[in-house]
Protein backbone atom coordinates (compact mmCIF):
# COMPACT_ATOMS: atom_id res chain seq x y z
CA UNK A 1 0.00 0.00 0.00
CA UNK A 2 1.57 3.45 -0.69
CA UNK A 3 1.57 6.10 2.17
CA UNK A 4 2.46 5.57 5.64
CA UNK A 5 1.24 2.27 6.99
CA UNK A 6 1.27 1.55 11.40
CA UNK A 7 0.38 -2.11 12.57
CA UNK A 8 -0.90 -3.17 14.79
CA UNK A 9 -3.87 -0.52 14.68
CA UNK A 10 -5.04 -2.01 18.21
CA UNK A 11 -2.82 -3.90 20.48
CA UNK A 12 -3.33 -4.60 24.60
CA UNK A 13 -0.69 -5.88 26.63
CA UNK A 14 0.42 -6.33 30.02
CA UNK A 15 2.20 -4.20 32.36
CA UNK A 16 6.11 -5.58 31.99
CA UNK A 17 6.16 -6.89 28.40
CA UNK A 18 7.50 -5.97 25.26
CA UNK A 19 5.75 -4.28 22.76
CA UNK A 20 6.83 -3.05 19.15
CA UNK A 21 4.99 -1.14 17.08
CA UNK A 22 5.61 -1.09 13.45
CA UNK A 23 5.31 2.06 11.30
CA UNK A 24 6.02 1.77 7.18
CA UNK A 25 6.06 4.48 4.12
CA UNK A 26 6.70 4.36 0.55
CA UNK A 27 7.74 7.40 -0.06
CA UNK A 28 11.44 6.88 0.51
CA UNK A 29 11.11 10.49 3.12
CA UNK A 30 14.02 11.16 4.82
CA UNK A 31 12.43 12.16 8.19
CA UNK A 32 10.55 10.06 10.68
CA UNK A 33 8.46 10.51 13.65
CA UNK A 34 6.87 8.62 16.46
CA UNK A 35 4.34 10.87 18.38
CA UNK A 36 1.75 9.96 21.43
CA UNK A 37 -1.42 11.38 21.78
CA UNK A 38 -3.27 11.72 25.11
CA UNK A 39 -5.79 13.45 26.62
CA UNK A 40 -4.65 17.05 27.97
CA UNK A 41 -2.14 16.66 26.51
CA UNK A 42 -2.17 16.43 22.79
CA UNK A 43 0.66 15.04 20.50
CA UNK A 44 4.29 14.91 22.14
CA UNK A 45 7.11 13.50 19.91
CA UNK A 46 8.79 10.51 21.54
CA UNK A 47 11.79 9.96 18.84
CA UNK A 48 12.57 10.87 15.67
CA UNK A 49 14.69 10.06 12.54
CA UNK A 50 16.75 12.05 10.40
CA UNK A 51 18.17 8.99 7.98
CA UNK A 52 18.57 5.43 8.26
CA UNK A 53 20.75 4.43 11.68
CA UNK A 54 20.12 8.08 12.89
CA UNK A 55 17.59 8.52 15.42
CA UNK A 56 17.03 11.26 18.66
CA UNK A 57 14.69 11.73 21.39
CA UNK A 58 12.35 14.07 21.41
CA UNK A 59 10.04 15.46 24.67
CA UNK A 60 8.83 11.94 26.15
CA UNK A 61 11.71 9.32 25.48
CA UNK A 62 11.63 7.39 28.38
CA UNK A 63 10.52 3.81 27.85
CA UNK A 64 10.73 3.64 24.12
CA UNK A 65 13.56 2.32 21.80
CA UNK A 66 13.70 3.05 18.32
CA UNK A 67 15.81 2.03 15.26
CA UNK A 68 16.06 2.77 11.61
CA UNK A 69 17.78 0.09 9.47
CA UNK A 70 16.52 0.70 6.59
CA UNK A 71 14.28 3.87 5.53
CA UNK A 72 10.73 3.22 5.03
CA UNK A 73 10.70 1.62 8.46
CA UNK A 74 10.50 2.71 11.97
CA UNK A 75 9.91 0.89 14.91
CA UNK A 76 8.88 1.80 18.12
CA UNK A 77 9.52 -1.04 21.10
CA UNK A 78 8.00 -0.07 24.81
CA UNK A 79 10.87 -2.32 26.32
CA UNK A 80 9.12 -2.99 29.73
CA UNK A 81 5.41 -1.68 28.86
CA UNK A 82 3.75 0.12 31.53
CA UNK A 83 0.08 1.44 32.22
CA UNK A 84 1.54 5.22 31.91
CA UNK A 85 1.73 4.27 28.26
CA UNK A 86 -1.35 3.60 27.30
CA UNK A 87 -1.78 5.89 24.64
CA UNK A 88 -2.76 6.42 20.98
CA UNK A 89 0.69 6.12 18.90
CA UNK A 90 1.40 8.03 15.40
CA UNK A 91 3.76 7.12 13.25
CA UNK A 92 4.62 10.03 10.64
CA UNK A 93 7.66 10.93 8.15
CA UNK A 94 8.23 13.96 5.95
CA UNK A 95 11.42 14.87 3.85
CA UNK A 96 12.87 18.56 2.89
CA UNK A 97 11.85 17.80 -0.96
CA UNK A 98 7.94 18.63 -0.74
CA UNK A 99 6.52 21.28 -1.43
CA UNK A 100 5.46 23.06 2.25
CA UNK A 101 8.42 23.61 5.01
CA UNK A 102 8.13 20.36 7.50
CA UNK A 103 4.78 18.92 5.90
CA UNK A 104 4.43 15.70 7.99
CA UNK A 105 1.74 12.69 6.45
CA UNK A 106 0.77 10.97 9.42
CA UNK A 107 0.18 6.87 9.93
CA UNK A 108 -3.32 6.44 11.00
CA UNK A 109 -2.58 5.36 14.24
CA UNK A 110 -1.48 2.79 16.87
CA UNK A 111 -4.28 2.34 19.70
CA UNK A 112 -2.44 0.94 22.81
CA UNK A 113 -3.14 -0.39 26.44
CA UNK A 114 -1.54 -1.61 28.86
CA UNK A 115 -3.58 -3.72 31.71
CA UNK B 1 9.46 27.63 17.84
CA UNK B 2 7.18 30.04 18.86
CA UNK B 3 3.89 29.26 21.36
CA UNK B 4 0.69 29.35 19.46
CA UNK B 5 -2.24 30.30 21.43
CA UNK B 6 -6.03 29.00 19.82
CA UNK B 7 -9.26 29.08 20.99
CA UNK B 8 -10.22 25.83 22.82
CA UNK B 9 -13.85 25.47 21.02
CA UNK B 10 -15.95 26.40 18.34
CA UNK B 11 -19.23 25.85 17.35
CA UNK B 12 -20.93 26.34 14.01
CA UNK B 13 -23.69 25.68 11.59
CA UNK B 14 -23.53 24.12 7.98
CA UNK B 15 -23.04 26.27 5.78
CA UNK B 16 -21.21 29.35 7.72
CA UNK B 17 -17.65 30.48 7.33
CA UNK B 18 -15.93 29.88 10.42
CA UNK B 19 -12.57 31.56 11.42
CA UNK B 20 -10.20 30.13 13.94
CA UNK B 21 -7.62 32.90 15.02
CA UNK B 22 -4.53 31.97 16.23
CA UNK B 23 -1.51 34.36 18.39
CA UNK B 24 1.99 33.74 17.64
CA UNK B 25 3.62 36.49 19.38
CA UNK B 26 6.90 35.55 19.56
CA UNK B 27 7.33 34.28 15.43
CA UNK B 28 10.55 34.27 13.95
CA UNK B 29 11.40 35.65 10.34
CA UNK B 30 12.10 32.11 9.01
CA UNK B 31 9.10 30.64 10.69
CA UNK B 32 5.62 29.23 8.65
CA UNK B 33 2.60 29.10 9.81
CA UNK B 34 1.05 25.61 9.18
CA UNK B 35 -2.33 24.17 10.01
CA UNK B 36 -2.95 20.54 10.54
CA UNK B 37 -6.77 18.73 10.57
CA UNK B 38 -7.55 16.09 12.86
CA UNK B 39 -10.47 13.73 12.63
CA UNK B 40 -11.68 11.49 15.60
CA UNK B 41 -9.54 8.28 15.54
CA UNK B 42 -7.39 9.47 12.39
CA UNK B 43 -3.86 10.89 12.37
CA UNK B 44 -3.40 14.91 11.41
CA UNK B 45 -3.62 16.10 8.25
CA UNK B 46 -1.75 19.34 6.68
CA UNK B 47 -4.48 21.72 5.79
CA UNK B 48 -2.30 24.48 4.57
CA UNK B 49 0.90 26.68 5.13
CA UNK B 50 1.45 30.16 5.02
CA UNK B 51 4.44 33.16 5.64
CA UNK B 52 2.48 36.36 5.07
CA UNK B 53 -0.84 38.14 3.76
CA UNK B 54 -3.25 35.54 2.22
CA UNK B 55 -3.03 31.81 0.87
CA UNK B 56 -5.78 29.62 -0.37
CA UNK B 57 -6.47 26.15 -1.32
CA UNK B 58 -9.40 24.09 -1.92
CA UNK B 59 -9.94 23.34 1.57
CA UNK B 60 -9.45 26.63 2.91
CA UNK B 61 -7.66 30.45 3.31
CA UNK B 62 -5.25 31.39 5.84
CA UNK B 63 -4.81 35.06 6.66
CA UNK B 64 -1.27 36.48 8.11
CA UNK B 65 -0.87 40.09 8.38
CA UNK B 66 1.95 41.72 8.32
CA UNK B 67 3.29 41.79 11.33
CA UNK B 68 2.48 37.73 11.94
CA UNK B 69 2.23 38.01 15.02
CA UNK B 70 -1.80 36.04 14.82
CA UNK B 71 -2.99 34.45 11.40
CA UNK B 72 -6.50 33.72 10.55
CA UNK B 73 -7.78 29.88 9.23
CA UNK B 74 -10.95 30.47 7.47
CA UNK B 75 -12.57 27.87 6.17
CA UNK B 76 -15.80 28.82 4.11
CA UNK B 77 -19.44 26.77 4.14
CA UNK B 78 -18.46 24.28 6.72
CA UNK B 79 -20.22 21.13 6.69
CA UNK B 80 -21.14 18.35 9.48
CA UNK B 81 -18.15 16.69 7.81
CA UNK B 82 -15.84 19.59 8.61
CA UNK B 83 -16.27 18.80 12.33
CA UNK B 84 -12.81 18.30 13.71
CA UNK B 85 -9.90 19.32 15.90
CA UNK B 86 -8.04 21.50 14.08
CA UNK B 87 -3.92 22.78 15.11
CA UNK B 88 -2.00 25.90 14.48
CA UNK B 89 1.89 25.62 14.18
CA UNK B 90 4.66 27.19 14.26
CA UNK B 91 7.40 25.41 11.65
CA UNK B 92 10.78 27.02 10.57
CA UNK B 93 12.70 23.87 8.70
CA UNK B 94 11.98 20.24 7.59
CA UNK B 95 12.58 17.63 10.42
CA UNK B 96 11.65 19.46 12.97
CA UNK B 97 9.42 18.15 15.84
CA UNK B 98 5.83 19.59 15.40
CA UNK B 99 4.69 21.25 18.67
CA UNK B 100 0.64 20.55 19.20
CA UNK B 101 -0.86 22.53 21.43
CA UNK B 102 -4.19 21.20 22.30
CA UNK B 103 -5.87 22.73 19.20
CA UNK B 104 -9.10 23.94 18.47
CA UNK B 105 -12.22 21.56 18.43
CA UNK B 106 -15.15 22.66 16.02
CA UNK B 107 -18.25 20.92 16.10
CA UNK B 108 -20.92 22.07 13.11
CA UNK B 109 -24.26 21.03 13.74
CA UNK B 110 -27.07 20.84 11.00
Known amino acids: DAGITQSPRYKITETGRQVTLMCHQTWSHSYMFWYRQDLGHGLRLIYY???????DKGEVPDGYVVSRSKTENFPLTLESATRSQTSVYFC??????????????FGPGTRLTVL | LAKTTQPISMDSYEGQEVNITCSHNNIATNDYITWYQQFPSQGPRFIIQGYKTKVTNEVASLFIPADRKSSTLSLPRVSLSDTAVYYC???????????FGKGTTLSVSS
Open chain 1, 92 to 105: ASSDPGTLHVDEQF
Open chain 2, 89 to 99: LVVSQAGTALI
Open chain 1, 49 to 55: SAAADIT
